[in-house]
């Protein structure tokens, strides 16, 4: 499990985390959702350790990850844009954080051919569109099996096929136990694929449960209408 408690993260003028105190279960998927600028990234990035909080903290299991970089070999991370070196064929790249990872490195295989990468294995990633390079990614953060799995937006610039293939992929990852914390702009596929849904705006949390509740207690049809309905409400409470 993953326990967070008392988030907090400023840049600059810019609350971007105001107290966040969460737990991510195993064998769920949890979706983060909410406007741009929500903190949805910057929380992720606080769990992986690529933002560091101001305050507060961050427990796998029990045991404090702040600046424990050794914590990050238990997670997987797909980020909302991949970078990746342009000269590298992907070939190349698997094997050369293969080779960082050292004697526990997996292949990737099942991924590549779920997504059809075989084509793709030889040429340069500079070549690449944007969806290759998001499967890319995808593969990168799962290829080493790891406990729990945190992705940014991924199904970005994936084709409806791809899209799917991950879809039942991470049922399946979910089936076998890992915990699995996805922030995404589609509602639609929240709604579809999670078992849980924090909908954050302004840096802190202001839904927290499963999607059909949302719509309960907002009175809409769907999830992407209740989301609307909050966001409605705080802009008027705002003004």
């Known amino acids: 499990m993953v326990e967070i408690a008392g988030l907090k993260k400023r840049f600059g003028s810019i609350r971007a985390l105001d107290g966040i105190s969460l737990a991510i279960k195993p064998g769920e998927i949890t979706a983060v959702v909410g406007p741009n600028a929500a903190g949805k990234s910057t929380l992720l990035r606080c769990i992986v350790g690529l933002v560091y909080p101001d305050a507060g903290e961050i427990r796998i299991d029990g045991l404090s990850i702040n600046g424990d970089w050794r914590c990050r070999r238990r997670l997987g991370y797909v980020a909302q844009t991949a970078h990746f070196p342009e000269s590298l064929s992907v070939r190349e790249l698997f094997a050369f954080i293969r080779d960082i990872r050292g004697a526990d490195s997996g292949d990737g295989k099942e991924l590549i051919g779920l997504f059809g990468l075989e084509g793709a ?17 995808i593969v990168l953060a799962t290829m080493f099996d790891p406990e729990i799995l945190i992705m940014d937006e991924p199904t970005a610039g994936l084709d409806p096929l791809s899209s799917q293939r991950q879809k039942k992929w991470l049922e399946r990852e979910r089936a076998r136990g890992k915990t699995i914390l996805v922030a995404s702009h589609i509602i639609a596929e929240v709604e579809e694929l999670s078992d849980r849904v924090i909908f954050l705006l302004d840096g802190k949390v202001y839904f927290d449960g499963a999607p059909g509740e949302a719509a309960r207690l907002t009175g809409e049809r769907t999830l992407e209408r209740a989301i609307a309905a909050m966001m409605e409400q705080r802009s008027s409470c705002g003004r």
């Open 121 to 137: 294995l030889d040429r340069p990633v500079r070549q690449l569109s944007g969806g290759t390079r998001q499967k890319i990614s």
